[in-house]
C-alpha cells in the first residue's frame, strides 16, 4: 500500500458525521443541566474556550459564561492558522492556508470545565476542532491538525485493535530566575535536592501544588535539580488525561511567575553545562488491571515479551519521532553537552539513565528524550503508533545496554540538530502515514521554517568566532 493510500485511509477516519455527534452529546439534558450547575455553584462569569496548537501552545476565546448553552451548540470559531502558532513563513505568508484560510469550528468538551483557582470567576474548557459543517466534502469531520483529538483518536483505536491502555506519566523540569532564587552550591557542584535550594523555591512549588490541586492534578512529589530548575510530579493516567494536564501545568507556571515577579522558562536548554529542562514520558500498557510489561510473579528487573516488543517499535521509530520529541532548534543542546542525561542513541536498559528507554524498577518505560517544550498530544500520538508497530510486527528489542563504556553502543544515533530530525521525520513514513496528511505537511513546513530561521541567524557565538579572529 502506497503512503498516499495510507493517508487517505487516515483521512477518512476524520468522519463527517462527527461534529453533528458531538453537537448532540452537548445538547443532552443532562450535560447542559450538569454545566449551568457548576457555572452557578462556583460564581463562574468568563469561560476560557481553549485548544492546543501544533506548538502546544494554548489558544482560547473568552465569553461570557452565561451563553454557554450557545456554545456548546454551536461552538466557537477561530482563523485556521491560529493552531499553526499563527506562524508566518519569511516572506511573511501565514503558514497553514495564509489570511485567506478558512476558520474552523470548536466544540466544547463540557467534562473538562475547571474553574481557575487564581480567579474564580474565570473557567477554561477544552474543545474538539472541527471542518465547518457548511463545507462541501470535509464538512463536520474533526480538524485534521487538532492535536488533541489526534491523541483521543489514536488511543482508541490502538485499544481497538489490541485491547490494551497506554498510560504515561510525564517529568517537566522547567527553569526559574528573579530576585530571592539565588543558586547555593559549592564551585564544581550540583544544587540538586538541596534543602536550602528547594526552601528558596518554597513559596513558588507551594502556590504552584495548591493550582495544581484545584484543577485536577494529583500532586506526588517534586525536587530542585539544576540552578534554578524545579521538578514536580503528579501521577499517572491515561495518556490524554497527563498530555491535559501537562498544558494546565505549563499554564499554572507562567501564572505563578507572574504572581512572584519572576519567570519561568521551559525552554529546553537554557545554559551551558547544566542540566537541560526535560520531560522524560513513563509510558506503561495496561490489560485491565495488569501492567502487561511486566509478568506477573518475578521480582528481578525485567520486561515481558510484549514490551520487548514495544521497545523495539520505540527504537525503530526513535530518530523519526525526534522531530516531535525534541522540537525547536534549542532542544538538541541538550544533546551536545556532555554528561548531561540526554540520550544520543536509540538504545534500551535495565534501570539505566543513559539510554533512550529506561526500564525502571516499578514497571513502566521512561522515554528519556522529550523535553519541557514538547506537544504532548503529538509525543503520545507517535509512542503509540511506534509500540503498535513493535507489537504488530513482534520487533526485537535487542540486548539492553548495560551502561559499560568499554562496550560500543548498541542502537543507531539519533539526530543531532533539528534539520537531521526533519529529514528522519520525513524518510518515517509508516510514523508519518499514522497522522493526518494536512498535520504531516504543515509540521513539516513549521520545524523547516524554524531551522531556516537559525540557520540564516547571526549569534553571539559567530561574533566571537570569527569578528576579529578571521584574517
Not at 108 to 121: I, K, M
Not at 218 to 247: F, H, K, P, S
Amino acid at each position: 500500500m502506497t503512503v498516499q493510500a495510507i493517508h487517505a485511509g487516515m483521512d477518512q477516519l476524520l468522519d463527517r458525521d462527527a461534529f453533528a455527534a458531538h453537537r448532540q452529546r452537548n445538547l443532552a439534558p443532562d450535560v447542559v443541566r450538569e454545566m449551568g450547575r457548576k457555572i452557578e455553584a462556583s460564581g463562574v462569569e468568563y469561560i476560557y474556550y481553549a485548544l492546543p496548537t501544533i506548538g502546544s501552545r494554548m489558544v482560547a476565546k473568552m465569553v461570557p459564561a452565561n451563553h454557554f448553552r450557545r456554545n456548546l451548540e454551536k461552538g466557537i470559531c477561530f482563523h485556521r492558522t491560529a493552531l499553526s502558532d499563527l506562524q508566518n513563513d519569511r516572506h511573511g505568508n501565514l503558514i497553514g492556508g495564509g489570511i485567506e484560510a478558512r476558520e474552523f469550528w470548536a466544540l466544547p468538551e463540557p467534562d473538562t470545565f475547571v474553574v481557575l483557582p487564581w480567579d474564580t470567576s474565570v473557567a477554561r474548557v477544552f474543545c474538539s476542532a472541527y471542518e465547518p459543517p457548511h463545507l462541501p466534502e470535509v464538512g463536520g469531520r474533526p480538524l485534521a491538525i487538532d492535536t488533541r483529538s489526534l491523541l483521543i483518536r489514536t488511543h482508541a483505536e490502538f485499544t481497538g485493535r489490541t485491547g490494551l491502555e497506554v498510560r504515561s506519566g510525564t517529568e517537566p523540569e522547567m527553569t526559574w530566575e528573579g530576585p530571592g532564587l539565588d543558586v547555593v552550591k559549592k564551585p564544581g557542584s550540583s544544587p540538586a535536592y538541596q534543602v536550602e535550594n528547594l526552601e528558596r523555591m518554597r513559596p513558588i512549588y507551594k502556590k504552584l501544588v495548591t493550582y495544581a490541586k484545584a484543577m485536577g492534578l494529583d500532586m506526588i512529589e517534586g525536587d530542585y535539580e539544576d540552578d534554578g530548575q524545579l521538578e514536580l510530579n503528579w501521577m499517572y493516567d491515561r495518556v490524554e488525561d497527563t498530555a491535559d494536564r501537562l498544558v494546565t501545568y505549563r499554564q499554572i507556571c507562567k501564572q505563578v511567575a507572574r504572581e512572584f515577579g519572576v519567570t519561568a522558562s521551559f525552554m529546553p536548554k537554557p545554559y551551558n553545562g547544566q542540566m537541560g529542562n526535560g520531560c522524560h514520558h513513563n509510558v506503561s500498557l495496561w490489560d485491565g488491571a495488569t501492567n502487561v510489561i511486566e509478568d506477573a510473579g518475578r521480582v528481578e528487573l525485567h520486561v515481558s515479551d510484549t514490551a520487548r516488543h514495544a521497545i523495539g517499535g520505540l527504537l525503530a521509530h526513535a530518530p523519526g519521532s525526534m522531530a516531535v520529541m525534541a522540537s525547536t532548534v534549542n532542544s538538541y543542546k541538550r544533546f551536545w553537552d556532555a554528561g548531561q542525561f540526554a540520550p544520543s542513541t536509540a538504545n534500551w536498559g535495565l534501570d539505566s539513565r543513559g539510554c533512550l528507554v529506561r526500564i525502571s524498577s516499578n514497571g513502566r518505560m521512561e522515554y528519556r528524550v522529550p523535553d519541557a517544550a514538547v506537544n504532548p498530544y503529538l509525543s503520545h500520538s507517535l509512542l503509540i503508533a511506534a509500540m503498535d508497530d513493535g507489537i504488530n510486527r513482534q520487533l526485537d528489542a535487542g540486548a539492553p545496554d548495560n551502561g559499560d563504556a568499554t562496550v560500543p553502543a548498541i542502537g543507531r544515533r539519533l539526530p543531532l540538530t533539528l534539520g537531521e530530525a526533519i529529514e528522519a521525520f520525513v524518510a518515517d513514513t509508516y510514523l508519518t502515514s499514522r497522522l493526518p496528511a494536512d498535520l504531516v505537511s504543515i509540521y513539516t513546513q513549521l520545524k523547516q521554517e524554524e531551522w531556516a530561521r537559525y540557520c540564516g541567524a547571526i549569534t553571539e557565538w559567530d561574533r566571537e568566532m570569527y569578528w576579529e579572529t578571521i584574517p
